[in-house]
């Protein structure tokens, strides 16, 4: 019975975790998704800040870059062309401002 609720909390735990830590790839075929920055807010699928602490970050557009691939729960590959990317973004200066503009990319995230 124990082990039953354990696998139940770390099930419910992956779900309800959406942590955003970071990792830039240098190569298009290891990266999970695709990005590409958009010059105006507008255009955007998803308005990332960058936050300063791993324990900031959430699945709500606050980005955390690691330094290690391991350290990562997502990689991405910044693309040169708008038609290349799966996911647009824009940075934002402020953490409020963070958050999807295009709801329909949010499982690329998770």
């Known amino acids: 019975m124990k082990k039953l609720v354990v696998i139940v ?4 735990a992956a779900f ?4 955003q830590k970071i990792y830039s790839v240098d190569y298009e075929s290891q990266a999970d998704v695709k990005v ?4 105006y807010e507008s255009q955007c699928d998803l308005k990332v800040y960058k936050v300063s602490y791993e324990s900031q970050a959430s699945g709500d557009g606050k980005w955390f870059f690691v330094d290690y691939e391991s350290q990562a729960d997502k990689k991405i ?3 040169d062309y708008e038609s290349q990317a799966d996911l647009k973004i824009y940075f934002v200066d402020y953490e409020s401002q963070a958050g999807w503009n295009n709801s329909s990319k949010k499982h690329l995230m998770y």
């Open 9 to 12: 909390v770390l099930v419910l």
């Open 36 to 39: 590409f920055v958009v010059d």
């Open 16 to 19: 309800v975790s959406n942590a």
């Open 77 to 79: 590959f910044f693309v």
